[in-house]
Structure formats: C-alpha cells, structure tokens
C-alpha cells in the first residue's frame, strides 16, 4: 500500500505564487507582441509635403554699432498676405539670457518685406506659415548681404 504524504501548505502557496507570476508575465508580453505585429503589419501612409514658403530672404550686414551686425529682410513673394513668425535659435547666449527668441506673426503682403535686426553669425533663423513647410536660414559667417 502506497501512503503519500500530503503537500504542505508553504509549497502550494509556492506554488500558487510561481502560477501567478507566469500567468502576469504571460499577460504582459502578449500585449506588447501584438502592437509589433501591428507596427509591422501597417504601411506607412506617404507623408504629404507642404509647399515651400513663397518668400525671399537676404541678410544684410548693419554698420550702426548699437544693433546687431546681421538683419535679415524677408520678401513676400506670394500674391497673397502671408501671415509669418520665426523662431531664433542664438548661436551666442549669455548665461542668464534667453538662448532663443520667438517673434510674433507679422501679416507680410505682397512684395512688401518684415524686416529682422540683431541677428549675429551663427543664428539659425526658422520662419514659419501656416500651409507652408517651415524655412530654415543661417546667419552667414562671413558674406554679407547674401541672398536665401
């Protein structure tokens, strides 16, 4: 005659414990399997691309010592008023200033420019419109009045 000795209640609590913890780990990677095969499974839809900004931008380099060596003149180029702002990125802050500039949406009309003073070498001018894919510009190094 076989006699077994029933398990103690320490290992069926182990027990019931490692179940617990493989159903919770089970449960965990599903989910996170799923969204990949979903990822993968989606084709990225093509990305439209805005038009370019119809404008013209040229840096002029200033003589008056109390402004920036550098103003940018932008041009509308459009038939239409453009509604424009832009963010400055300096390439020289102090410690305790700002290290960019956001300016204000200017209504430029047609062939009429917004002119932008106290830009340095090394900026990096962003214009943006609402419509138009955002247009990037550096203060030129060296070469004033160049044409963008």
């Not at 780990?25 to 805005?50: G, N, S």
């Not at 931008?57 to 041009?75: H, I, M, Q, S, W």
């Not at 509308?76 to 400055?88: G, R």
């Amino acid at each position: 005659m076989s006699t077994s000795q029933p398990s103690s209640p320490r290992s069926a609590a182990c027990r019931t414990a490692l179940f617990a913890f493989a159903c919770a780990c089970t449960l965990a990677l599903t989910p996170a399997q799923a969204v990949k095969a979903a990822d993968t499974a989606a084709p990225a839809a093509p990305a439209v691309k805005a038009p370019s900004l119809p404008v013209t931008a040229t840096f002029d380099k200033v003589a008056n010592a109390e402004r920036g060596p550098y103003v940018l003149k932008v041009t509308n180029n459009a038939k239409d008023t453009l509604k424009v702002s832009a963010k400055i990125l300096l390439s020289v802050a102090f410690h305790m200033g700002s290290k960019h500039w956001d300016l204000p949406e200017q209504a430029i009309e047609p062939g009429k420019a917004w002119t932008i003073p106290d830009l340095t070498a090394g900026d990096k001018v962003t214009l943006l419109a609402q419509g138009y894919a955002p247009l990037e510009l550096v203060v030129p190094q060296g070469t004033p009045n160049a044409a963008m």
